[in-house]
């Protein structure tokens, strides 16, 4: 099975500064979805930013972007100007098919 | 704006009852999954429907749970009997069975907690 590992439980920010989270996965295919979610106290899960892995360019999304590394299977992904709001649990994830599968997390806390 | 709806947001229950979680998904998904979250597990795959058919359950214990999409706009999620060790949150979540996005859509949650 795949299997998505996020190595850092806990990670901290100063306000308006860049954090970087790190995610790496598993897998022996080639085609697949990797994700990073948010999940705010309200325990929603929101999509932070999506990236296909057939696409070579890096996702961006405002102040989020990811560093996708296929062969090194990792993609991180890059926080820029920190928000308050920013302050969550943040999951990567792999999807091949009908198959996602989450990481443990990482517990982000934005310092003012 | 479409959304994923979970019913009971919150359950607290005794063990032995049975409890029923309901799913609406987005209208015109054809691909439901059942998520349970725990601090200790993190979040784990129960099951998946595509067009109503379960596609897989293996992460589901058989003996207590069960999940059916009786129609397209359902899909239940029950455990009988509840145990304690059942305490989570367990989501729904939805998309299209098409590579345009990959994404998936969650419900809400529904929390639950048996005494």
């Known amino acids: 099975a795949q299997t998505v590992t996020q190595s850092q439980p806990e990670m901290s920010v100063q306000e308006a500064e860049t954090v970087t989270l790190s995610c790496t996965y598993d897998?022996?295919?080639?085609?697949?979805?990797l994700f990073w979610y948010k999940q705010p106290p309200s325990r929603q899960m929101i999509l932070v930013i999506r990236?296909?892995?057939?696409?070579?360019q890096n996702a961006t999304e405002n102040r989020f972007s990811v560093n996708f590394q296929k062969a090194a299977k990792s993609f991180s992904l890059k926080i820029s100007d920190s928000q308050l709001g920013d302050a969550a649990m943040y999951f990567c994830?792999?999807?091949?098919?009908?198959?996602?599968?989450f990481g443990a997390g990482t517990r982000l806390t934005v310092k003012p | 704006d479409a959304r994923v709806t979970q019913t009971p947001r919150h359950k607290v229950t005794e063990m032995g009852q049975e409890v029923t979680m309901r799913c609406q998904p987005i209208?015109?998904?054809?691909?439901v999954f059942w998520y349970r979250q725990t601090m200790m597990q993190g979040l784990e795959l129960l099951a998946y429907?595509?067009?109503?058919?379960?596609?897989?359950d293996s992460g589901m214990p058989k003996d207590r749970f069960s999940a059916e999409m009786p129609d397209a706009t359902l899909a239940t999620l029950k455990i009988q009997p509840s145990e304690p060790r059942d305490s989570a949150v367990y989501f729904c979540?939805?998309?299209?069975?098409?590579?345009?996005?990959?994404?998936?859509?969650f419900g809400e949650g529904s929390r639950l907690t048996v005494l």
């Open positions: 994830a792999y999807r091949r098919g009908n198959d996602m599968r």
């Open positions: 209208l015109g998904h054809n691909t």
């Open positions: 897998t022996s295919e080639s085609d697949y979805y």
């Open positions: 979540a939805s998309a299209r069975a098409s590579r345009n996005t990959g994404e998936l859509f």
């Open positions: 990236q296909e892995a057939y696409k070579q």
């Open positions: 429907f595509r067009n109503r058919a379960p596609l897989d």
